[in-house]
């Protein structure tokens, strides 16, 4: 079975540090990765993914995650900060060949102080 | 705007009630998820639809029921409404072949308070 996993609950940064919001993944097959943010009271918005090729994926609003076979993890990181980033973020991983089923994590609220 | 839409927005009702709740998809996609999240939760899925048909079932109560009708608009029925339903309900859509490795898109969200 499919599955992503998010270790941490929360990640504190501080605005202009470097961030990065850690997902490990467990899939059979090619693995179909996925980053998603959700504001306050919002749906989640699609931040970007991972299908083939470069390792590195460039996403919305600077983001950018790598995605590491080896380690089975795709990690979203962004140079630097801003407080507007403050938000819980979701990896999830699609299931192309059962019913395209998506297995999202459990979220980690990145808080970004001034 | 995702292009998803979802109402209503917020609902308030007691227990023991019945609420539906409605989902338009993307123009052009065929599949709509449900997804429940409640307070300071993940996202638990619920039910996937593929152009009128169901396709997958996750931790979905007996109490709810969905269907998709063949404008592809999905409704999600709560019924015997207990105050642990309180939540977030959102809808997602996607096209659904395989083989396509195009992301979710979702709704903002019908907000469910259970008094």
């Known amino acids: 079975a499919q599955s992503v996993a998010q270790p941490e609950d929360q990640v504190n940064v501080a605005e202009g540090n470097p961030l990065t919001v850690k997902c490990t993944y467990s899939?059979?097959?090619?693995?179909?990765l996925f980053w998603y943010v959700q504001y306050p009271n919002r749906g989640l918005q699609f931040l970007l993914k991972?299908?083939?090729?470069?390792?590195l994926v460039k996403g919305s609003y600077g983001f950018e995650a790598e995605f590491n076979k080896s380690q089975t993890s795709f990690h979203l990181k962004k140079p630097s900060a801003l407080v507007s980033d403050s938000a819980l973020y979701f990896c999830?991983?699609?299931?192309?060949?059962?019913?395209?089923?998506?297995?999202f994590g459990s979220g980690t609220k990145l808080n970004v102080k001034p | 705007d995702s292009g998803v839409t979802q109402t209503p927005k917020h609902l308030i009702t007691a227990t023991g009630q019945r609420v539906t709740l409605r989902c338009s998809p993307r123009?052009?996609?065929?599949?709509v998820y449900w997804y429940q999240q409640s307070l300071d939760q993940g996202l638990q899925f619920l039910i996937q639809?593929?152009?009128?048909?169901?396709?997958a079932k996750g931790n979905i109560l007996e109490r709810f029921s969905a269907q998709q009708f063949p404008d592809l608009h999905s409704e999600l029925n709560l019924s015997s409404l207990e105050l642990g339903d309180s939540a977030l309900y959102f809808c997602?859509?996607?096209?659904?072949?395989?083989?396509?490795?195009?992301?979710?898109?979702f709704g903002e969200g019908s907000r469910l308070t259970v008094l």
């Open positions: 999830a991983v699609r299931d192309l060949y059962n019913f395209n089923k998506f297995y």
């Open positions: 899939v059979s097959g090619n693995p179909y």
């Open positions: 123009s052009g996609d065929l599949s």
């Open positions: 639809y593929y152009n009128g048909e169901e396709r």
């Open positions: 997602a859509s996607s096209v659904a072949a395989s083989g396509i490795t195009g992301e979710l898109f």
């Open positions: 991972y299908i083939t090729g470069d390792n």
